[in-house]
Structures are given as structure tokens and as C-alpha cells.
């Protein structure tokens, strides 16, 4: 008998009945301690008699349920986590040998048999009505100021806990923080402190130098055990590599290295080559860890062996940073063809994993599952702001303004900020207990200040703004996703650099102007092209006045001052300098 099942409401319930506590099993596609702890510890025949005699055992894969994982998951992937039957957490453990599960199943299911006191408390919450989250929905709203502190706060503390020697953060566990070094660069950008420049090129240097890079084939690998970027787990997943390719663009923008281009151009053929899914033109979520393929050093070799498998699920919000990434991508290497690519994965994210009651959905595979998660909102909201301004891709401005309105009803919080999911009244256990997360709360309300100034609504920048004052007191006990929150402080202090280019779309001078608006490193930046025909709506709710017979022109503009209106290219990047300097 196969002992691991699905989670569901129903194995609760189970366990309820049989009085069993669970044991919740979390793993990952791409995970190879996962696959080792299966092979040498959960095959086990003792192992196995012991979670079927005395427990309910449930297995989950932690990417495509991250609710569950952020919950019950606390030491990593693989982990077992042991829940009573109202779905409460008791105990966790990561990695343990055969006779050390053995002596704590022993030790859980004693416990558990022995106390009537726990038993009595299970019975109690089965029978009380759920309370999911209506204590902390009439908490009283604590919001705390925005303030260009909390920006120099976090460069701060990032510089004071950063290697110094080979640049990120960790040692014995150590990942590059794409999201930390985003900000770094951009608060570069804007105040040129040194300090924060050599770390962004120590940190990317050090990554494309070390093990951690695969300059066989292209692209990252997760992490690395070491703190010379060596000694990696050999994984490599959608998301990480997305985001890794958005800085690494971003940085030979801002700081001329060619050799960032040439590592960016690696990451993309290896997504191409590896990760897509031609039939559907989306992104699969990982390739699994084999260190003997990542050990040759040729492509004849590696053919030799075959390359490892990956995970076919297409999850939302990876795909949404790779789309972002590409259509940058597109723009910086000079390369049209990874626009179309981009769009087609935009295509099917908004055709097969969006809907209107539930909103963006987690992952596909065959079907649209999970809807409703504040990350793949997030996530989704910004890819498709990206297409409307890399690609000027204006129709799906309607796109973005219907995700926020289904994330507004979804997901917002009387308090302040947003839900990480939807409300459930049925959920047990820790899922009663919604949160706000501070980076994907964040990221959102990075994407809905873009959304205002783009659709012209000022009700999506009060709703950032509040979301952001909701979280202020969260940012000091956070770690480095710290960062993309002050990043979007910035933002709701000074409004971004508006270049707004009106012209008729696929015209080549229209073409030509949004290029140059997008060839210098700016920080704060949203380009817009507009059709003078077509997209009457927008430019009337923009105030601009419509002149189809006029040429092609942007207009540079910053809250409620505009600098100036020009038809020639040449003329952009200079005025994009003096109105947002650089460093």
C-alpha cells in the first residue's frame, strides 16, 4: 500500500476519526535531498509500516501548494511536519536517517496516544465554528509613516550583512537575493554611494565567476554551500533564473559590463532551449539537480548522458518574471525574437490561468489550479505593465486594471495591504490564519502605483500607498525581502519619470521613440505608447490633447510637471538624465 495521499479535507477528517495525528510530507519537483530521503529513508519497510499503522500520512509538492508550505514547512524542503487532526502544526523535522525518523515517529505517535489533554483540544476546535481570519480583520489599523528612512535603513543594514570579500549574503547556505541587489542598483542610481555599486558588482561578478553558474549551458543554479559561490546544489529553477536575468540586464544598463550581457544572453538560451514548453509557449517551473551531467563540461558530454528532467508544470508567477525578464531582455541584447516569445507566454497565462471569479491561478497542469494566491497577482499585474510598456502592447492595459480589481476583491485587508489568499470558512488549522506578506505585498503595490500613473486612476496609488503604511513596522524584523518593499517606498515617494510617446502604433517613428525612452538605466521609469486613433480612451484619461495629424512625439513628464515634448529620438536619453540623474 502506496501510504502518502493528497492533501484535502477529507484526510483531516480522517484523522480525526481514526485518531491519527497527521504527518505532512512537503517536497519539491527539482529537490534531490528530496528524492534521496525517498530512496533511502521513506522506503524504509519500517518506515513505511509505521506511518501506515500509526499516522495519516500526506504528501504535498511545496511550488504548487505554497500555502501549505509557508505554513507547515518551517525547516525546508524535504519536510515532515506533524499535524493533529484540526490541521494544527505540533512538531517539524527536516532530513532525518532512517533510525532517527523512527525514534521520532515512535516519540510522536506515544505522545499523541498518551494525552488526553491534546485529544481533548482536538476535539474542542473540530467542534467550534471556524474563526478563519475575523480577529485580525477587526484589529485596528496600525500604519506607520513613509519616509526615506526606510530605504536608507535597508541599504544599511544590506551593506553591514553582506560578504565582503565575495559579495551576496550567507555562508554556509548562500543565494544571490536577485531582489536586494535590484534595490541596491537603484539606490545606487539615485544617491551614488560607492559603497552600494561595488557590492551589486562584487555579487554579480562573484555569481558568474563561481560554480554557481553554468557557463556550459546557461543559467544558475538555485544555491550554493559555500561562500565562494561553490559547491552548488545543482537544480535550477524558473523563478530564480528569471530574476537573476532581470538583473543582470539591469546592470550592464547601469554599469556598462559586457560581460552581464553575455551571462543575460546565456540565461535566455538556456530557458529557450531547456524550459519551454513549444506547445503551449509557457515556461516549465525547474530542471532536476544531477551533479555527474553538471560536472561535464562540454555539450557533447552532457549529450552523452542526457540531460535531467524537467518539471512540466507552468506555474504563474514564475512565468510572469520570465516574461518580464524576456521582454527587457528583448530590448537590452537587441533581440525581437524574445519579445514574441514573451507575449505568447503572456498569451497563456491570461487565456489558461486567469479567470474572473478567482482571478490569477497558481500552476497548470492540464487545468488552471489554485486561483486566487496574492503572489501570482502580483507577479502577473507587473509582467503584463511590462508588455504594455516593452512592447507596447496598450490593449492589455485592460488586462492589468482587471487583475487589481480582482485582487481588491479578493484579497484586501480592512486594515491595510492584501491577503496572501483568498478567504476560506471551511479551511482548518494554520490556512484559518490568513497573512500579509511583506514582499508580495510589496510587489503589488509596486505594480498598482505603475497602474495608476498608466490609467490614470488615483485610486490604485492610495490603495499601494496604504497597503505599504499598513506594513511599515514589518520591514525592520524582515530579512532581504526588505528590500523590494523599501524599493516600492521609493516609488510612492517620488513618482516615476512618465514618457508617454503618441504616435500610430508599429510606425517606425513611434518604434524608434519608445527605444530610446527604454536605452538608459533609469530606476523609476514608465514609457507608454500610445495610438492616436486607436487608444482615444487612454490619452483622454491621461488629459493629452489628440492630434492625429501631428508626427510621433513623447512627451517627458513627472507627477504633475512636464519637461518637455520632442519627435527626435537623439533628444530622450538626455532628457530622461535630467529629469531622473544618474549616478
Known sequence: MEPWRPWRDEVLEEARERSRPVVLYTKAAWCRWCKEFEREVLSDPRVRATLENCFTPVEIDGERRPELASRYAKVGWPSLSYLDGAGELLACDGFLGVEELLARLDLVAGYWSENDALRRRLREAHDRPSQADTAQLRAPAQEGELSDQIPRDVAERLLASADPHFGGWGASHKFPHPEALDFLLARWSQTGDPALRQLVLRTLRGMEQGEIHDRVEGGFYRFCAAPDWSAPDYEKTLMSNAQRLHVYLDAHQALGDASFAHTSAGIVDWLAHSLLDPARGAFRGSQDADPLYAHRRSLSERRERGAPACDPTLFADANAAAISALLRAAHVLERADLQAQALRALDFVLDEL???????????????????????????????????????????????????????RLLA??????????????????????????????????????????????HWARTAERALRALAGEY???????????????LALRSPVHVVILGRRGESASEALRRAALSPYVARRIVQTLDVERDRRWIERLGLGLEPAQPARALVSRGRESYALTSDPARLPALLARVEPAA
Open 354 to 408: 486567469w479567470d474572473e471569479r478567482g482571478g490569477v491561478h497558481h500552476y497548470f497542469d492540464g487545468a488552471r489550479r489554485l486561483p486566487g494566491l496574492l503572489r501570482d497577482q502580483a507577479f502577473v499585474l507587473r509582467a503584463v505593465l511590462d508588455a504594455v510598456q516593452y512592447a507596447g502592447a496598450t490593449e492589455r492595459l485592460a488586462d492589468a486594471e482587471r487583475i487589481a480589481q480582482g485582487v481588491e
Open 413 to 458: 485587508s480592512e486594515s491595510g495591504g492584501f491577503w496572501d489568499m483568498p478567504s476560506n470558512p471551511g479551511a482548518r488549522g494554520a490556512l484559518q490564519r490568513r497573512t500579509r506578506p511583506l514582499a508580495e505585498n510589496a510587489r503589488l503595490a509596486e505594480g498598482l502605483l505603475l497602474l495608476a500613473q498608466m490609467s490614470a486612476t488615483p
Open 476 to 490: 525592520k524584523r524582515a530579512g532581504h525581502e526588505a528590500a523590494g518593499y523599501a524599493r516600492a517606498v521609493e
